[in-house]
Antibody
Framework: EVQLVQSGAEVKKPGESLKISCKGSGYSFSNYWIGWVRQMPGKGLEWMGIIYPNDSDTRYSPSFQGQVTISADKSITTASLQWNNLKASDTAMYYC??????????????WGQGTLVTVSS | DIVMTQSPLSLPVTPGEPASISCRSSQSLLHSDGYSYLDWYLQKPGQSPQLLIYLGSNRASGVPDRFSGSGSGTDFTLQISRVEAEDVGVYYCMQAQETPYSFGQGTKLEIK
């Protein structure tokens, strides 16, 4: 059974660093793109970027390029999303997700449970 | 970047009645392989999004046949033939034709 299990909720202060994770299991982790999606409180879904764990090929949305770092560690079948300088505007739910097929990132039918990040002084 | 525009943004529907959501892209989503890279997702209250339709018109596994997707190029439609109470939530289209991929604003379906 394919599963994506995300790390737990975080409460941080502005300026702090944070890394959240998404552990994949039940499939060949290296061979499927994993993506991250942001959902700010009461708002819609925003595509942040994707990574191909096998070679770490990464694509970012211009809106998030330079603001976050997406990474993946094949040895522990885990993808991560990292901030070096959190802002209050980073407060959101973050989802990781995997597509059905091992080509591209469409037909995304496996989603993590979401990680709520709260940034407040 | 490709911009996705959905309408309506709010959709009150009586159970048993049909519903339709439109999604338009600022560029064609028709790939050289003949497929339109347009998905539909439903996010039920308090849940992660779930896939309904992929490649414009293909129902995902386990999705009831009252859901159907159509369209190609820049204009797409999600139709629900007979709305049920369990269909409430926010519906999103998403283009996967080219990065950065992008979602529509979402359409909130509620039961009258």
């Amino acid at each position: 059974e394919v599963q994506l299990v995300q790390s737990g909720a975080e409460v941080k202060k502005p300026g702090e660093s944070l890394k959240i994770s998404c552990k994949g299991s039940g499939y060949s982790f290296s061979n499927y793109w994993i993506g991250w999606v942001r959902q700010m409180p009461g708002k819609g879904l925003e595509w942040m970027g994707i990574i191909y764990p096998n070679d770490s090929d990464t694509r970012y949305s211009p809106s998030f390029q330079g603001q976050v770092t997406i990474s993946a560690d094949k040895s522990i079948t885990t993808a991560s999303l990292q901030w070096n300088n959190l802002k209050a505007s980073d407060t959101a739910m973050y989802y990781c997700a995997r597509p059905h097929w091992d080509s591209g990132w469409h037909g995304v039918d496996y989603w993590g449970q979401g990680t709520l990040v709260t940034v407040s002084s | 970047d490709i911009v996705m525009t959905q309408s309506p943004l709010s959709l009150p529907v009586t159970p048993g009645e049909p519903a339709s959501i439109s999604c338009r892209s600022s560029q064609s989503l028709l790939h050289s392989d003949g497929y339109s890279y347009l998905d539909w997702y439903l996010q039920k209250p308090g849940q992660s999004p779930q896939l309904l339709i992929y490649l414009g018109s293909n129902r995902a596994s386990g999705v009831p046949d009252r859901f159907s997707g159509s369209g190609s190029g820049t204009d797409f439609t999600l139709q629900i033939s007979r709305v049920e109470a369990e269909d409430v939530g926010v519906y999103y289209c998403m283009q996967a034709q080219e990065t950065p991929y992008s979602f529509g604003q979402g359409t909130k379906l509620e039961i009258k």
